[in-house]
């Protein structure tokens, strides 16, 4: 293996921990604020209207995510641009 | 290779027991609300923490399949 | 010392620090939620009302523990009977 | 060299990733708290998000300002 | 030997701040309870601040004798 | 560089990252509560109040950790004094 290989096999294997470690942790708040906002009283199954609700907080939770990650990096920008640093 | 799968079935061991701690925060939470008036656990409080584990599962269970659809 | 003695003090001091750790959690657990519960208004000492329920939620907290391991460690049982993985 | 900077890089974007988590986390908790009635977020939910963000920002840095003049 | 007392004590600094910054911020959210209308602790704030430290002490160690003494 | 000049190096380097662990947990606490407690609703701007509510409650909390601080280290020394440890 070259060492053009080795760096290409390194730079992979990076992203693909790093989106691994995104996703678990996205995952693991998604089921923390869906399980309380959408079964307050656990029952003996998921009935159909809490089915529906964790469907469209998931949804709406990434909708979220999406949102403050952007207005984040917009003001990183914004604050580099004033000062060089947050 | 005893020891290997020793130390696996440890390292499964110790998530269990960690999520374990973090499933009983949550569930006490949500379902022991009044005031403690026994050491026991009551059929209310039983019924709720074996539900409320129960659902959280299928909670996370079904998370997971929808982002796993999202990606195809 | 031999490979087989080495081993047992492996295995001995893993099981050891794997006790500890989960004893740690768990004594951190009923501390914060039992101080939370029992002592909303902390006062000059702890009256034996608040005492009674100290040790009563102590109690009840490692009951609740138990119940919750179980019922996580059936239906971890019954998801890879199902279809081989949580 | 250039694999040097692409770990620098991702380290960043590693911590930018993970305050986007707490950040949401605790904006969710400020900003939607109604009952779950669609998957998309409404004008208000939306704005309140963006405005969060800010002006959790805002309070970080005037922290930051408040302590390093304390200090001098 | 010198320099391993001294990493020593540091790391017993280390957790004592540590610990520190996690009663303060439960102590904070039980008896700062109204709007903030000084940069200074009342009378009532302050009492219950040290109360706090004392009485989560007292259940903490309270734990421990009785987890102690089920083992035995 | 002899091994005194080292050892001081050690010293210091170890107490500047002791020391910036240390500010940094505690403006996060700070970041978190005064948020939480002065902007209840997050507008378009911080408001004059929300300001005037900022800086002293970030006064406040650092007070309160220093008393926090007192507390607990005094109990400590009680504690080692009553029966050698916590």
Not at chain 2, 48 to 60: G, I, K, Q, S, T
Request: aromatic residues 4%; proline residues 2%; contains cysteine.
């Amino acid at each position: 293996m070259d060492s053009e290989s080795v760096k290409r096999a390194i730079i992979k294997q990076v992203l693909t921990e790093s989106n691994m470690a995104n996703a678990r942790q996205l995952i693991e708040k998604i089921n923390d604020n869906c399980f309380d906002k959408c079964i307050p009283k656990p029952g003996s199954s998921v009935s159909s209207s809490e089915q529906t609700c964790i469907t469209q907080c998931m949804e709406k939770y990434m909708a979220a995510w999406n949102q403050v990650n952007s207005a984040y990096l917009r003001r990183i920008q914004q604050e580099v641009g004033n000062n060089g640093g947050l | 290779a005893e020891l290997r799968s020793f130390i696996t079935n440890e390292q499964q061991r110790t998530r269990i027991q960690s999520q374990t701690h973090n499933l009983t925060d949550m569930c006490w939470k949500k379902c022991v609300t009044g005031p403690i008036k026994s050491g026991t656990l009551d059929k209310g409080d039983s019924t709720c923490l074996a539900n409320c584990v129960e659902r959280f599962l299928d909670v996370n269970i079904a998370t997971m399949k929808h982002l796993s659809n999202m990606r195809q």
